[in-house]
């Protein structure tokens, strides 16, 4: 049932899509990617005045409406073969199949930062029917990521329960929407143009996101993380604009405001974008020479793009200060400075003015690592900027097309000032905003670093595609591409086994994740939903803490992190650890036990308990603790003795 209600809202997409392909001059495998932008607009718009739901049946009426524009009798419209592109037809028997697959694979969150946001809020979303922003889960829950993902994961799961499967889908036919804007000027039955350029889209992921040898199971395609799709829809975003010979900028305005809306380093990305775009368009029109009325209303356009990235980027913010508790008022970290202020700042210290010698230090990091460390699955990230400018100055060689080869040329002078920009101004976080265990190490830098070179890589072969035909000397380029992606397939194959990917891996993968689900609902089968449930996991590094709190959503899992006294971690007594231990809590049990009934919570789940726990807080246990020789328990408070007492194990225990 969920998968047909999936198919549903692909059926949803294809009615827009559709439409756009038939009503508007929009090459039809540009359609899905521009109306999944759409969508994700739309629906973020519906959830922050407040009217998510509605906002997801007005969307669903609207695309039942727009099969029957598409193919009503009046009005202007391509002809039906339009749709026979063999890129979009390519993309709906993909995403269809994908849909499939993943209903019967069942792939799972497994990282991190899913349970610690992308996973928890969509949940959160699909539970509450609601944006997430003051969503109480027991911690300091950091609402302000910005919603345009997660509206993605909401409209491929808008009909029926709520599964993490659907959202995982959802992300995945987004980057299939992105591959096929790649394909958009191969002729019809073309394949053999086609299958190289989705494939090169496919594995792009692979090359840039991950380097060395892969010995566990990778998240990629099974990932609700925003890097990817960020790195792809700032390439995707570009790739309309080549691809769409027309010039139109309107699909283009849509991709860069969905940008904006999936995370905010989206706004930075964006920018640049805009401004390679704007200025091509502008010297386009010089270059023509066009008419000065001509020309003024493509510059007015190409301002259009910025006006987009700033309507998208501002009521988010708006948002936040009106209707959550989050401080927008700077970027946070050690310097608690404005992002304005940031900026300015760093650019003085790089003028010398003021420097640091934090600043020189982690600049001058960041540059090493970008020549010397390898980061990506080709060599460092030197070699994929190489990469970018080799499929630019290729495009620009075998090209018959003069604005083509201009527009390789700004692609590859623009887009390395915008990297060296981006650059930068990842380096100011490093030193005004991460703390120094993180910054010292560039903690993270790979990841940062690569949404910016996964979608310039990505538009510049768009570039290369674009400057294909069947004749010689554009011919060869076609043979030289197709060469290049066997062989980064074959690169791919070397570095990651197919059993260790989510097409490939076994029910051993989500193991743990089904142990921590069966847990959860026994639980949940003895504490009423109303109830605050302590949690308690001895020796958790913060993963567990996460975890539970969304497999537990909507019941509610108290982490004590509003008041200092850290929930999870490691409770003791005060001296049995050095004070410097990590997530180490040291409690008197009187004031662990004033907390846990000050905070409300009448029920523990102690998860993981040890001889520490023990000898500092058996007493508060009317069996002292004897239940948790079995393993993982629950206790229910008891008013009349003042003591909790046992109610039963969990997980499997005796």
Known sequence: MELLLSLVSLAALAGFAVLLARRTSLPAPLAPFTALCGVMLFLALGGM???LVPAGWLCFALAAAAWVLAFAPVGRKNPVSVLAAPGFVAFWVLAAALLVFFAWRQPMYSTWDEFSFWGTAAKIVKTSGALYGNAEIGWDWVGSHRPGLIMLGYFFQFFGPYAEWRVLAGYDILLLSI????????????????????????LLPFLITLYGNVTRTTDLYASSLSDIPLGLTFGGAMAVYYMNKRRALWPTALALAALCMEKDTGFAMALVAAGIIGADAFLGALAEKAPAPVVGKTLAKAAGLFVACVAAFLPWQYYLAAFT???????????????????????KELLGIGRTEKFSTIMGGMVKNLFSTTTTMVGPFIVVVALTMALAVAAALFTREKSLRRQAGLFAVLGLGGFAAYFFFIGLTYVYVFRDEVSDGLVGFERYMYPYLLGWLLAAGALALRAMDEERPAGLLQTGFGVLVLGLAGLVWLRVPFSLTVFGCGDAAYA???????????VQAVVPEDAHIFFVSQGDDGSRWFLYTYEFYPWYLDYSGTTGMGGGGTFALPGALPEDTLYYHPYTTEELHHYILDSGCTYIFIEASDDLFAQGYASLFSDALSGCEAGAAVYEYNAGTDLFDFVCNVGGAA
């Open 325 to 347: 508790t989050a401080d927008t008022s700077n970027v946070g970290g050690t310097q608690q400075m404005g992002q304005a202020e940031m900026v300015i700042t760093g650019c």
């Open 512 to 522: 743990e994740r089904r142990a921590t689900q069966a847990v959860t609902e026994e």
């Open 49 to 51: 005045v407040g009217l």
């Open 179 to 202: 591959f096929t804007t790649l394909t958009a000027n191969a002729p019809k039955g073309a394949w053999r143009r086609v299958v190289p350029a989705l494939g090169f889209g496919f």
